[in-house]
Structure formats: C-alpha cells, structure tokens
C-alpha cells in the first residue's frame, strides 16, 4: 500500500486478521480445530504487536485514500474494538458501525458462551470533513424503499459461491459472501471508481467490483488466493448498461419550486388539494402558498409543507408526499406533478 500514489483509492474495504489467538473458543467439543483458526495469519504474539500492525496497515490505506474516501473494516469481538480505537486515533471519522446479523451462524460447540451470530462492520471517511459518497437512494431502493439500516441480516458465504480447493475442502476460512460486498461497494463509491482490498483473500471485493463497474486494487502474498481470485474475476460479467448502474438521487435532482406547477398550468390557483384519505384539504393561492380555512377562526396560510405540519400539529411535513390532487377520480401525489416537470425541462 505504501507504494501507491496518494490519494488514489475512492473505497478501502478490509478484512484483516481476526487475531483470534487471543480469546475464543476454537475447539470443537473433540478437540479438533476449527478450519482456518490454526492459521499463522491469525496468530500474534501479545496486544501489542496486534495493534502495531493495524496501526501500519490502516495508516498506509489512509495514505492512498483520497481525501473523500471511505474506509470499511470488519472484524469480531476478538479484535473490532482495537481496530476502531486505532482508526480513531489516526484521524479517521466513523460514520456507522454496522452489524452483519448472519442467518446461518456457526454454533458454539462447548455451550459455554452465546453463540456469535455475528460482526461488525466500522464505515468510516478518511476525516471529519470529508464529503463522503453515500448512495442513500440506492439503499432504499435496495431495502424496498424502506431506509436501509444499520444491522445486515446476511448469510455465511456457502453452496456454490464457496471457493473449493482440489481435496473439496473451503480454500479460504473467512471468504465473505458476495451480498456483503454489493451492498458496501453500492453504498460508498461511484461507477469508475478505485476500490482498494488489502487483504483480497479469494477476490470477493474485486468480483463485485467488477460486477458494478467499479476499478479495484488487490493485495494478497498467499499464491493460491491469488490464483483463485484471478480466475474468478475472469469469469465475472460486468453490468454492461450504464443506465442500470445509477439510481437517481433526490438530492442531486432539479430543484423545482411549488410555485412552478402553477406557473407551468400543471396546478391552477384556486384548485383543492388533499392530504391523505382527504382528512385535510387546502386551497392553492397565485402566488405558490396553500390557504386553508378553519371553523370558527381564521384561515391558515403557509407552504405546502409548513401548512401540512401546522394542520397536523407536528413539527415538520413533506408537502410533496403529504398534498394530493384528485385527477381522474383519484388522489394523485403533487410530488407526481413535479417529476412530470422535472422530466420536461431535462
């Protein structure tokens, strides 16, 4: 990682040594080990070393971010919290700690402890003013249009997209399902940009890269990992359509005032609109205010969305997903209207 331009890495997700060696029950109930726990990769003499590694690896990610990059790690109990004190220390920004709630969980063999259903994921920007890539409409859609939350319900990596080496056995002990990687690399980066892996494994980040049109850069010193990434990045299909690799955002949408279906003939002045199942009921004004009229005192006046809160009684309101108009027969969102117009004057 030292060697790589700085600034040139838009995503950083990592997978680094669990540093298991240090807690945990690695047995099974007849004293065999559990696959990949024995490994030398994981094993590390005292704390210290531990932390003086993280402290090197994560110092050279941040390095080679760009100054709006975005750092994912994910670890265990065994090692997240060192990770995270870490990070912090060096000046990275946690946005989110996510949880990866995962469906099929390895049991505890002994009974002695809960059994770890799941990790944790730290997102953090390379520092407190980063303006950080957030696909906040892609998430939504993704979560059927519902806001994604912070807790994963994802299951272990297996069946056919579990890498096997000749014996049949797992060719990697951590190999991370490809559902995790779509939704972190659809979350925090853009088409094109660079994702950096520093501890690559079997290719997952670099698969679903690919897959999302994404560019990524791989670090790996284990010759069969490599071997195998590559071939699987070979096989991947990228998504050749650039129109399906976008969700609009909202955000970065046109701006379009009230005001302006009036002045488009989209709305008249002097037309009703409706809140929802017609509890509430507005009149439209020329000049882009709602007026509504109130028994025994006098009629409110305000923007759609500040008459909308006023006639609720709560202290905010969406007035393009609040007002309706009736066309047709039926209630018609006027947030409708301003896609309509949105579309016209692109």
Request: aromatic share 10%.
């Amino acid at each position: 990682m030292n060697a790589l331009p700085p600034g040139s890495v838009d995503m950083v997700f990592a997978d680094p040594p669990y540093n298991l060696q240090l807690g945990g029950e690695l047995t099974r109930p007849n004293n065999s080990r559990v696959d990949g726990l024995d490994d030398e990769w994981d094993k590390f003499a005292d704390p210290g070393s531990y932390d003086t590694f993280t402290r090197a690896w994560l110092g050279a990610a941040r390095q080679a971010m760009a100054p709006d990059a975005t750092l994912w790690v994910i670890g265990s109990y065994h090692n997240i919290f060192r990770v995270g004190a870490v990070l912090q220390d060096l000046g990275f920004w946690i946005l989110n700690d996510v949880i990866w709630r995962k469906a099929n969980p390895m049991p505890n063999f002994r009974g002695r402890r809960f059994t770890n259903a799941h990790e944790t994921l730290i997102w953090a920007a390379r520092d407190q003013r980063s303006r950080y890539t957030f696909n906040y409409d892609a998430m939504k859609a993704l979560n059927d249009d519902l806001q994604m939350r912070s807790d994963w319900f994802l299951p272990l990596c297996t069946g056919g997209e579990r890498l096997k080496d000749t014996m049949g056995s797992k060719l990697h002990p951590a190999q991370k399902p490809e559902a995790l990687l779509y939704r972190t690399i659809l979350a925090a980066s853009k088409v094109g940009d660079v994702v950096l892996d520093p501890f690559f494994g079997t290719g997952t980040t670099g698969a679903v890269a690919k897959i999302l049109s994404r560019r990524y850069i791989g670090i790996e010193r284990d010759p069969g990992y490599i071997k195998a990434a590559e071939a699987r990045i070979a096989r991947v299909r990228p998504i050749d359509d650039p129109s399906l690799l976008l969700t609009p955002s909202k955000r970065e949408a046109t701006r379009i005032p009230f005001g302006s279906l009036i002045e488009r003939g989209l709305l008249r002045a002097g037309e009703t609109l409706y809140g929802p199942k017609r509890r509430y009921r507005a009149r439209v004004r020329a000049d882009g205010t709602l007026t509504a009229a109130s028994a025994g005192a006098a009629a409110r006046r305000g923007s759609i969305h500040k008459l909308g809160a006023e006639l609720q009684g709560a202290p905010a309101c969406n007035g393009w997903t609040f007002w309706h108009v009736e066309m047709e027969g039926r209630l018609v969102p006027i947030d409708d209207l301003r896609e309509k117009l949105r579309a016209e004057i692109a």
